[in-house]
Every structure is written in C-alpha cells, then in structure tokens.
C-alpha cells in the first residue's frame, strides 16, 4: 500500500511539473511577442518622437508603474492557481512553493517566496529588452537613446497588459474550469486509503489531537454516530474508549464495505496501526506497544456495532434510522460534498440535528479551497472559511461551549488544500429544559 501510494504521488508530482514547465514556456513566448510588439508600434508610432532623453526615462519610470499594478494581477491569481493545482506559469514560483511547502507551516512566508520568484523571472524578462535596446543604440545611429528608452516603455506597458490578463485569464478559468468528479461513477476506495492514509500525514495529525482531547469531555456510555466516516476509521479510534456503541454512517456502500473488511479482519483491509498508535500518543501514552495497539483495534471492532448508509442530501440523512445522538462526529463530511457554501450549511443544519440538546458535535472541515483531489481526480468543496463554521453553529452552540481552530498545513497543498478547520460544541438546550 506504501508503494502504491508513494507510485500515486510521484505521478502527481510528474504531471504539475510537467504542466508548470510547458505554462512557463507558453508565458515566457506570449509575453515577449506582446511586449516586443508594443514597444515597436509605440516607437513606430511617433506618438513620443522629439520628447528628449529625459522626459523618455520619466516615461519610461511611469511605465514600470504601470507593469507592476498589472504584475499584481498575476501574482494573485498565481498564487490561487499553486493552491488549488499546485501549478504555475513560472518554473521559479513553483520551485519556491515547493521547497518551502517542505519547510515550513507558515502560509505567509511561503506566498511571499512564491511571489519573490515570480517577480524575479519577470524581470530577468526584462533583461534581453535592454541588452537589445540600449545594444543597437550604441551598435548604430539608426536608433538613438531616447527611442530605446521609448521602446522599453512600451514594451513594459505591453507587460503590463499582458500580465493583468493572464492573471483575469486565470481567475476565470480556476472558476469554470474545475470539473468535479462524481462520487457514485468516479470515487475510489483504494485511491483514497493510498492518497491520504499510507502514513499519519500532518492534517490528519492535528484531526486525531483535537478529536483525541475533546472526546475525554464526551459523556461516557452513550452511543455516538460518525457521520460520513468514508472508507476509514482513524476518526474513530480516539472515541472508542468513552462510548458504548459506535455507528457508522456514509453514502457509499462501497467504503462501508472497506470498513467491513477491517472489522472482519480480511487480510487486505487497510492497516490503521500506525493512526492507533498516533492515537494512543495523543491520549498520553508515550510509547505504545503492539499490545497496546491490539487492545484498541479490538475495542473498536467491538464496539462497531451499526454499518448505515446515508444521505446528506435527504431532510431524514439517516433515513429510517433517524434518532438523535448524544455525540456526533462528522469530519470532511458536508464540506466535501458540495461546492456550494449555501448547500453545506444546509447539510451542517442535517448534522447538527442529528444531536441531541446538551449533546456534543465534533466537525473538522477542509479549509478555503474548492477541490481537493483523490487519484488526481477534483472532489468538490466549497471555499470554507472558519467564519463560515463560527456562523454555522454560532445559533445552536453556546459562546461558551464552542471551539473552533483554524489549522494551515502546507504540506497538504499537493492534496488542494492548505487549511483545515476544527470544530467542537455542546448543543444548546432548548428554554424549557433549562
């Protein structure tokens, strides 16, 4: 499964890179044919003829103005582009994204860097529009200085026109052309055990944490529902302990079945040891023995005892399984069905009724991105902000009562997202229990 995995994300890396170089090939031609281009017509013009060498240099001072408020365009839409493809037009700003991806958790400083090299290939651009410029002026007395200097505006006001429109270019094509896979024809059970679950990746760590820590105020003995629990069960572990019946629900037979094959012990069902044992760190355990790890796995298979298939999309999810439950956990749940920020508060208002007043709901959510990819294939989210998650459970949930964690984890960029969200809260209770 490791190897598979490791196949899968080499193959990702090949096709972004891939696809980087050939965009930076196609920028680097289309911006100089329109640069070159609108530095001669400006000079063929005549428009700046006679205007002298220094009012030439003010113009050309003004026309880098004007380049980098264009430039501010591209950079822009380059970063959403490297964030939700993990791609770019600039071989530099990718290498940069890249490399600090590996280094550091701060969103912050690796936009800036990613920014820095895409400037710095702009303008080693420039550089063969001087040495060509300012070359013939002194080669020959066909050009003069003041002409050179005029081309060079002209060429910097095409720049400026061709980077602002590729940055609205981009904006328009990341906002119609994501093509979202279908989950019943297109979703992979395998794929995504291979993708995401081959080790304790970092998002995935701080979901096991949080989870781990708020289930110790979960009340004990109840049964609790995971909602949308896909083919895994990482999510699970943490809680086994405090409750006395485990339900798990999803809306394909298909990961239902995958967890079926781990509580059945089938030899190819995934190996979950290494999230057991992260758990157990969690809780505090040090250094977990295979014992320990055993004793988990076999507590869980216990405590599974209902397999439901449901529907976010019906008013009734659970169907005629339909009953409140003391805690509820949905992770990468509605925000992973839908694109559309109006839908997933209407699959959240679904979730959240499943909870019983005073009862517990845990959330965690992919956080400001549109897809995220499983076998190179886009699955729908809808750009969600932990605004958009204190709104959504502000009006059931307590003040008080209610956490909510905004997590970047940049090394998931090659999955489309940066960000998780983290939520937990106890429901409020209706007046009259009070």
């Keep these: ?42 000079v063929a013009s005549g428009q700046l003829s006679g205007i002298g060498i220094h009012a030439a240099a003010i113009v050309l001072g003004a026309s880098y103005v004007l380049w980098a408020c264009g430039l501010s365009s591209s950079l822009a839409a380059n970063w959403r582009l490297l964030e939700m493809t993990g791609t770019s037009s600039s071989i530099l700003s990718k290498l940069a ?5 590996r280094r550091t958790m701060r969103v912050g400083i690796r936009r800036f860097l990613s920014a820095a090299g895409y400037v710095v290939f702009e303008l080693a651009k420039e550089t063969p529009y001087y040495i060509g410029a300012f070359g013939l002026a002194l080669a020959s007395d066909a050009v003069s200085g003041e002409e050179a200097l005029v081309f060079l505006a002209g060429a910097n006001a095409g720049a400026a026109a061709y980077e602002y429109g590729l940055g609205w270019s981009t904006r328009v094509l990341l906002q119609k052309a994501v093509s979202y896979t ?33 289930a110790q105020r979960i009340p004990a003995g109840e049964s609790v529902l995971v909602f949308g629990v896909g083919p895994t069960l990482h999510h699970v572990f943490p809680i086994t302990t405090q409750v006395s019946e485990i339900h798990l629900g999803d809306y394909l037979r298909c990961n239902l079945d995958e967890i079926s094959r781990w509580v059945e012990q089938d030899e190819g069902a995934h190996d979950w040891k290494p999230f057991v044992s992260y758990t157990l760190q969690c809780e505090g355990m040090a250094d977990p023995t295979w014992e320990d790890i055993l004793h988990r796995e076999r507590l869980t298979r216990a405590r599974i005892t209902t397999l439901l298939e449901v529907d976010i999309r019906n008013d009734r999810p659970l169907a005629d399984a339909q009953r409140l439950y003391t805690t509820v956990l949905s992770a990468y749940c509605a925000d992973s069905a839908t694109a559309d920020l109006e839908e997933w508060q209407l699959y959240m208002r679904r979730i959240i009724e499943l909870v019983r007043p005073g009862g517990t709901l845990l959330v965690a959510a992919l956080g400001k991105t549109h897809s995220y990819l499983v076998g190179g294939r886009a699955f729908p989210s809808p750009m969600l902000g932990a605004a958009d998650m204190e709104r959504m459970l502000r009006n059931c949930f307590p003040e008080g009562a209610l956490t909510i964690r905004t997590v970047h984890v940049p090394e998931c960029a090659q999955h489309g997202y940066s960000s998780i969200i983290l939520a937990a809260g106890h429901r409020r209770r209706p007046t009259s229990d009070k």
């Design 1 to 42: 499964m490791a190897d598979l995995a490791e196949t899968f994300r080499s193959a990702t890396r090949i096709k972004k890179w891939s696809a980087t170089i050939v965009a930076n090939a196609v920028s680097t031609y289309a911006l100089d044919t329109v640069a070159t281009a609108a530095g001669v017509l400006l």
């Design 97 to 101: 994204y890249d490399l600090t991806g």
């Design 182 to 214: 279908s989950f019943e024809n297109a979703w992979s059970p395998a794929e995504y055990l291979a993708d995401y679950y081959s080790a304790v990746e970092v998002d995935e760590q701080h979901t096991i944490a949080f989870f781990a820590e708020a």
